[in-house]
């Protein structure tokens, strides 16, 4: 029950990501119609992230054990890069980034917060259902 508990968490946590990667096309097409470094980044990462936990939740629905840790282990990155890895890459202040992340006031600051914590929780769910044995009722004594 935990693996579809936790490849559901995962579907909704992509939804979100691709929820990111369009607000940003929307962006940059109301601007000037040109893309800036930024906008791509956030649409290239978006949607290969999606992709990417979705394939992990697969895995996860199918009862797969590597699955689930991987689901696990790319949760926890999403977090940490977020949180960590973008301020020291763009340089933001790291209260900023913690700011904008919980202020929603845009709809991409929205998208990441639930993101966010869809990512928390899916990683929990993941870690228990790699973590706890299976007892299969089907087998032949």
């Known amino acids: 029950m935990a693996a579809v508990i936790a490849g559901v968490l995962a579907l909704l946590a ?4 691709v929820w990111f990667a369009l607000y940003n096309v929307v962006v940059a097409v109301e601007a000037d119609g040109r893309l800036s470094g930024i906008t791509v980044q956030n649409m290239a990462s ?3 992230s999606a992709v990417v936990l979705v394939i992990a939740a697969g895995f996860t629905f199918a009862r797969r054990i590597p699955g689930a840790w991987t689901l696990f282990g790319l949760c926890v990155f ?3 890069a977020v949180f960590v890895g973008t301020p020291l ?3 933001t202040p790291f209260g900023a980034q913690v700011k904008w992340l919980f202020s929603f006031d845009d709809s991409d600051s929205t998208a990441m ?3 966010i ?6 990683a929990i769910t993941s870690a228990i259902a790699a973590g706890v044995k299976s007892y299969d009722t089907k087998t032949r004594v």
């Not at 992509?14 to 990501?17: E, V």
């Not at 914590?117 to 899916?122: C, E």
């Open 14 to 17: 992509a939804g979100m990501l």
């Open 113 to 115: 917060a639930l993101t």
């Open 89 to 91: 890459v763009w340089g």
């Open 78 to 80: 999403y977090v940490v």
């Open 117 to 122: 914590f869809l990512a928390v929780l899916t």
């Open 46 to 48: 978006g949607v290969i």
